[in-house]
């Protein structure tokens, strides 16, 4: 049962040298700058589209309401998928304040808020 064993001198280490490190990391940055970079851009280019749509949703209910409608204060939620769409009015001396918001269903965070003073 002869075995070779080979003695290990005391300069030779196993592992990764400096260099094969630095490569390493060179290569995985560039696969992972470009891949966060349009990341960024895909969640960024998402936002102002629902905003927008959030903003359409508010003003088409501020354009339903009437001075014929009652002036008694009230809040009204209405679900208007995939949004949470809250109406305020309130009277003000010879105006009425008029604000809705709007949310995601899912969030509890206003996208959009819009407020205005109509006469009566």
Do not use: C, K
């Amino acid at each position: 049962m002869h075995q070779n064993i080979r003695p290990v001198s005391p300069n030779e280490e196993d592992g990764y040298t400096l260099v094969e490190t630095l490569v390493a990391l060179a290569i995985f940055m560039t696969v992972l700058v470009p891949t966060a970079q349009f990341v960024g851009y895909l969640v960024t280019q998402q936002q102002p589209s629902q905003t927008s749509a959030a903003y359409r949703v508010a003003t088409s209910t501020l354009e339903t309401w009437s001075p014929e409608s009652p002036l008694r204060e009230d809040t009204e939620t209405v679900e208007h998928p995939p949004w949470t769409v809250t109406t305020t009015v309130q009277p003000d001396g010879p105006y009425v304040l008029l604000r809705v918001d709007v949310r995601r269903t899912s969030s509890e965070r206003s996208v959009v808020t819009l407020e205005t003073r109509r006469a009566r």
